[in-house]
């Protein structure tokens, strides 16, 4: 049997707000199992975005209780969730994101730095994973001088080489073409296969639905449907 | 390992937006460069005004008997006794510092001719000693300043000269209450018309020798002040109290630093002082403006940014730890470039003197003494572990608010942010 990756029972998100509080996630409950491909769909506004925040610590919820494996993480002081995010969590962002400062390799060797591995470690497993989603030959370039699609991969890379137990990603594919949106679900696939990373996407992009194992529609802040798909191709 | 990666993080950032980055160096490095030249010409211009202060007042060190101070009575003057006790003190515990000294005997009185009588500061002098002590046969107009040997000369100003009508080799009477009470007169001739160009001293200080005054008062051997010269001013503090622990035991001897025996001096140097000070406070307000307002556009421009470090792993106290970082770095480059070119700014253009007699013509009257024209800048050890532990304290209180703003920001609401 797998083990649980991320579970939430009625999970609430309630922004106060004048003349009425914003209710942008209400009594959500799922589980994802460990080495899933899940995507969360749904229209701009559904609460995507604000439940993959709430499930990486970004955010709190107003009610309910968020587990990450089997730690509840509601109740964490913001030094624990940080610490909890460098552990278990990656995130991509629609946006890349990647620290403008630092070079495609310092930026995929981050989440190892803070953890502490030591610098030929650190090189060593970057390296290989550039090798794998097909970035050699631009570790020493700045995130100004890579494509849209390039900087994604970075950003995915810094996402997975620490072999966090959940990868959250918002939107990934949204700024790229379909050239480069499918590449990057090609990089996420297998590494989902090869690695049996657990991924949970909030999007819009029917290809992202298209290749999850497993879609979560979001209306209005509630699941409206949840349904296993059979055709993916992944990790078993 | 982790305060490593802050602070690589920091120095990255800094040289990010080098138009940025650089521009506000050069503002705080110009702020620093100011400050430094305006603080060691102000030290400079005070070591002038003390310089000229002590020599034609008190010394850096003068000793008089208590009372002497408040009334500047002849009747409160050292005996022959204290005058021996105090310059043997003088002797074994200042002998290494002085520079040089003189006795004066002082008394108010009258100085009459047939063109009239003026109130007049007479000072009994020896003139070998004020020669080397004070810096007024420097001002000499006519004749001559007193010599060994002397005994009925006068050394006077251009204004009394001018009021008693007198000219050099001319005779006056010099009026006053002698130690026995009684009034008595005493014949003068001039030596030497001097102008210092402070009014108060060209139209009333008169200076004969010292014998003449004592015969003359009947207080032989008596000195109203022993007036000590250092060869630095600022040993005034320790040589007054190892002289005042030396004489503790002598109540009629009382030992004044300069500011206590020139407190005109002493008050100008302070008001001046407190002017300046309140210009580099503007000055170090716009220096922490800048920073400031470069460091909260640098944070308000990239939260999304912090917020990314904080979704990958780092605490709140970190991400604003990077943010002082910046500001940090930003303010120890360029309080190192200020202050270097602040030094070589003054000390390139300015070593020999900044010559201000376009303003001030001979000089000008400061607290009762004349500051000369040119003024050499100073710089002191002290002086520049002061501007950096200032500019220090303003880098870290500048960049605290932008740091804590940035510890403070929604994670969440900074990923989603638009840069």
Same mark, same amino acid.
């Given at each position: 049997?797998?083990?649980?990756?991320? +579970? =939430?029972?009625?999970?609430?998100?309630?922004?106060?707000?004048?003349?009425?509080?914003?209710?942008?996630?209400?009594?959500?409950?799922?589980?994802?199992?460990?080495?899933?491909?899940?995507?969360?769909?749904?229209?701009?506004?559904?609460?995507?975005?604000?439940?993959?925040?709430?499930?990486?610590?970004?955010?709190?919820?107003?009610?309910?209780?968020?587990?990450?494996?089997?730690?509840?993480?509601?109740?964490?002081?913001?030094?624990?969730? *940080?610490?909890?995010?460098?552990?278990?969590?990656?995130?991509?962002?629609?946006?890349?994101?990647?620290?403008?400062?630092?070079?495609?390799?310092?930026? *995929?060797?981050?989440?190892?730095?803070?953890?502490?591995?030591?610098?030929?470690?650190? +090189?060593?497993?970057?390296?290989?994973?550039?090798?794998?989603?097909?970035?050699?030959?631009?570790?020493?370039?700045?995130?100004?001088?890579?494509?849209?699609?390039?900087?994604? +991969?970075?950003?995915?890379?810094?996402?997975?080489?620490?072999?966090?137990?959940?990868?959250?990603?918002?939107?990934?594919?949204?700024?790229?073409?379909?050239?480069?949106?499918?590449?990057?679900?090609?990089?996420?696939?297998?590494?989902?296969?090869?690695?049996? =990373?657990?991924?949970?996407?909030?999007?819009?992009?029917?290809?992202?639905?298209?290749?999850?194992?497993?879609?979560?529609?979001?209306?209005?802040?509630?699941?409206?449907?949840?349904?296993?798909?059979?055709?993916?191709?992944?990790?078993? | 390992?982790?305060?490593?990666?802050?602070?690589?993080?920091?120095?990255?950032?800094?040289?990010?937006?080098?138009?940025?980055?650089?521009?506000?160096?050069?503002?705080?490095?110009? !702020?620093?460069?100011?400050? $430094?030249?305006?603080?060691?010409?102000?030290?400079?211009?005070?070591?002038?005004?003390?310089?000229?202060?002590?020599?034609?007042?008190? /010394?850096?060190?003068?000793?008089?008997?208590?009372?002497?101070?408040?009334?500047?009575?002849?009747?409160?003057?050292?005996?022959?006794?204290?005058?021996?006790?105090?310059?043997?003190?003088?002797?074994?515990? %200042?002998?290494?510092?002085?520079?040089?000294? #003189?006795?004066?005997?002082? @008394?108010? /009185?009258?100085? &009459?001719?047939?063109?009239?009588?003026?109130?007049?500061?007479?000072?009994? $002098?020896?003139?070998?000693?004020?020669?080397?002590?004070?810096?007024?046969?420097?001002?000499?107009?006519? !004749?001559?300043?007193?010599?060994?040997?002397?005994?009925?000369?006068?050394?006077?100003?251009?204004?009394?000269?001018?009021?008693?009508? %007198?000219?050099?080799?001319?005779?006056?009477?010099?009026? #006053?209450?002698?130690?026995?009470?009684?009034?008595?007169?005493?014949? $003068?001739?001039?030596?030497?018309?001097?102008?210092?160009?402070?009014?108060?001293?060209?139209?009333?200080?008169?200076?004969?020798?010292?014998?003449?005054?004592?015969?003359?008062?009947?207080?032989?051997? #008596?000195?109203?002040?022993?007036?000590?010269?250092?060869?630095?001013?600022?040993?005034?503090?320790?040589?007054?109290?190892?002289?005042?622990?030396? %004489?503790?035991?002598?109540?009629?001897?009382?030992?004044? /630093?300069?500011?206590? &025996?020139?407190?005109?001096?002493?008050?100008?140097?302070?008001?001046?002082?407190?002017?300046?000070?309140?210009?580099?406070?503007?000055?170090?307000?716009?220096?922490?403006?800048?920073?400031?307002?470069?460091?909260?556009?640098?944070?308000?421009?990239?939260?999304?940014?912090?917020?990314?470090?904080?979704?990958? /792993?780092?605490?709140?106290?970190?991400? !604003?730890?990077?943010?002082?970082?910046? !500001? %940090?770095?930003?303010?120890?480059?360029?309080?190192?470039?200020?202050?270097?070119?602040?030094?070589?700014?003054?000390?390139?253009?300015?070593?020999?003197?900044?010559?201000? &007699?376009?303003?001030?013509?001979?000089?000008?009257?400061?607290?009762?003494?004349?500051?000369?024209? @040119?003024?050499?800048?100073?710089?002191?050890?002290?002086?520049?572990?002061?501007?950096?532990?200032?500019?220090?304290?303003?880098?870290?209180?500048?960049?605290?608010?932008?740091?804590?703003?940035?510890?403070?920001?929604?994670?969440?609401?900074?990923?989603?942010?638009?840069?």
């Amino acid at each position: 049997m797998r083990k649980t990756a991320v +579970r =939430t029972t009625d999970v609430w998100k309630i922004y106060p707000q004048e003349p009425d509080p914003v209710e942008a996630v209400r009594g959500v409950s799922l589980q994802v199992e460990t080495g899933d491909f899940v995507a969360m769909a749904g229209p701009s506004g559904s609460g995507k975005t604000t439940m993959l925040n709430l499930i990486g610590g970004l955010t709190r919820p107003s009610r309910g209780g968020i587990w990450i494996g089997d730690r509840e993480i509601t109740e964490m002081s913001d030094k624990a969730l *940080a610490q909890l995010r460098l552990e278990r969590i990656g995130f991509v962002f629609q946006s890349y994101n990647l620290l403008p400062v630092l070079t495609a390799l310092e930026n *995929a060797e981050f989440t190892l730095l803070l953890r502490g591995v030591a610098k030929d470690e650190r +090189r060593r497993k970057v390296l290989e994973l550039f090798h794998k989603i097909g970035l050699e030959g631009l570790e020493e370039r700045k995130p100004g001088k890579l494509s849209g699609g390039q900087q994604q +991969r970075v950003a995915v890379a810094r996402a997975v080489v620490a072999d966090p137990a959940l990868i959250l990603a918002d939107e990934p594919t949204a700024n790229l073409d379909s050239t480069a949106s499918s590449d990057l679900l090609d990089v996420m696939e297998q590494l989902n296969r090869d690695q049996g =990373t657990t991924f949970l996407f909030s999007t819009h992009d029917p290809r992202v639905m298209e290749r999850s194992r497993r879609l979560i529609t979001l209306v209005d802040g509630q699941i409206e449907s949840d349904k296993r798909r059979n055709h993916f191709s992944g990790s078993p | 390992m982790r305060l490593t990666v802050l602070l690589k993080l920091a120095m990255r950032s800094v040289g990010r937006n080098t138009r940025r980055s650089a521009l506000t160096a050069v503002a705080i490095a110009l !702020g620093l460069a100011l400050l $430094v030249f305006s603080r060691s010409l102000a030290e400079g211009a005070y070591d002038e005004m003390i310089d000229s202060g002590v020599r034609m007042g008190s /010394g850096h060190i003068a000793i008089q008997a208590p009372e002497y101070l408040a009334t500047g009575k002849l009747e409160h003057r050292l005996e022959g006794k204290e005058v021996r006790i105090a310059s043997k003190a003088v002797d074994d515990v %200042l002998k290494e510092s002085l520079l040089a000294w #003189a006795p004066r005997l002082s @008394v108010n /009185g009258l100085a &009459s001719s047939t063109a009239g009588a003026v109130p007049v500061r007479i000072e009994g $002098v020896d003139p070998e000693r004020e020669r080397i002590f004070s810096n007024i046969e420097g001002k000499l107009q006519e !004749g001559r300043y007193l010599e060994a040997g002397d005994r009925l000369h006068a050394y006077i100003g251009t204004e009394l000269a001018q009021r008693l009508d %007198l000219q050099v080799g001319n005779r006056f009477v010099l009026t #006053a209450q002698s130690a026995l009470g009684d009034v008595e007169g005493q014949l $003068v001739r001039v030596a030497g018309i001097f102008q210092t160009g402070i009014p108060q001293v060209d139209q009333s200080l008169i200076h004969i020798p010292i014998d003449t005054a004592r015969e003359w008062l009947h207080t032989p051997d #008596a000195a109203s002040t022993l007036a000590f010269l250092l060869n630095q001013s600022g040993l005034t503090d320790i040589g007054v109290e190892t002289l005042q622990q030396e %004489l503790e035991n002598e109540p009629k001897i009382r030992v004044l /630093g300069w500011r206590e &025996s020139s407190p005109e001096l002493a008050a100008a140097i302070r008001l001046d002082s407190t002017g300046n000070y309140i210009f580099h406070s503007i000055l170090l307000a716009i220096i922490a403006l800048a920073i400031l307002n470069a460091m909260m556009i640098s944070v308000l421009g990239r939260r999304r940014e912090f917020g990314v470090l904080r979704a990958m /792993g780092l605490t709140a106290a970190e991400t !604003g730890l990077v943010v002082f970082l910046e !500001g %940090l770095f930003l303010t120890a480059a360029s309080g190192v470039a200020g202050i270097t070119a602040g030094l070589l700014f003054t000390w390139g253009f300015f070593r020999d003197g900044l010559d201000f &007699s376009i303003f001030m013509e001979e000089g000008v009257e400061f607290g009762g003494s004349l500051m000369d024209p @040119v003024i050499i800048p100073r710089f002191s050890v002290e002086q520049i572990l002061i501007s950096t532990f200032v500019i220090v304290t303003i880098g870290t209180l500048s960049s605290l608010y932008p740091a804590l703003r940035t510890s403070k920001l929604d994670v969440a609401e900074a990923i989603k942010f638009e840069q």
